[in-house]
């Protein structure tokens, strides 16, 4: 099997990842917990990377438009602010992105994000006289919390709520 290859170019038809080993490798210079990344080779980086964006733009609700509908991925975009309420460039993808797309590579290194919880489906667990009720609202998220904080500005996660259709 061969290695996938990155394509970074934005607003590019055949793009497939925010960010180049090259851009991860730099962010990863100046994390603290960048073990799990240079342990990884080349090819697990990679697909790590081509997950993260899929699954970004999979699960995630981004603030304004794309800019072609040729484009293959969510980005770039039009009509986005960053955290100072400046025009984000229509033309690149933000820094902020590329961040969070390493960082969530990383976390697909470690774990299976995408995975059903071991206790779906269940309210309440008793054995003789233990008993165990799941909290339902603290289900892994596939989008982990310290990615979608570095992305708040450019869009949020969506929600199983987000789905529901409510009458008046």
């Not at 981004?62 to 293959?72: F, L, P, R």
């Amino acid at each position: 099997m061969s290695v996938p290859t990155l394509n970074t170019l934005p607003g590019a038809t055949n793009s497939n990842s925010y960010c180049s080993l090259l851009e991860a490798e730099d962010y990863f210079d100046n994390h603290v917990y960048k073990d799990t990344w240079d342990v990884s080779d080349a090819e697990q980086q990679t697909r790590a990377l081509l997950l993260a964006t899929r699954l970004l733009d999979e699960h995630m609700l981004w603030n304004g438009d794309k800019v072609a509908t040729t484009q293959a991925l969510r980005f770039p975009r039009s009509g986005n602010l960053d955290r100072d309420g400046n025009d984000v460039s229509w033309t690149t993808i933000p820094k902020a992105l590329i961040n969070a797309t390493a960082e969530f590579a990383s976390n697909l290194l470690i774990s299976d994000r995408t995975l059903e919880d071991d206790t779906r489906g269940y309210s309440k667990m008793r054995a003789g006289d233990l008993e165990l009720t799941i909290n339902q609202s603290d289900r892994k998220q596939v989008i982990p919390e310290s990615v979608s904080s570095m992305l708040s500005f450019l869009g949020r996660p969506k929600s199983k709520q987000s789905n529901k259709l409510f009458r008046c």
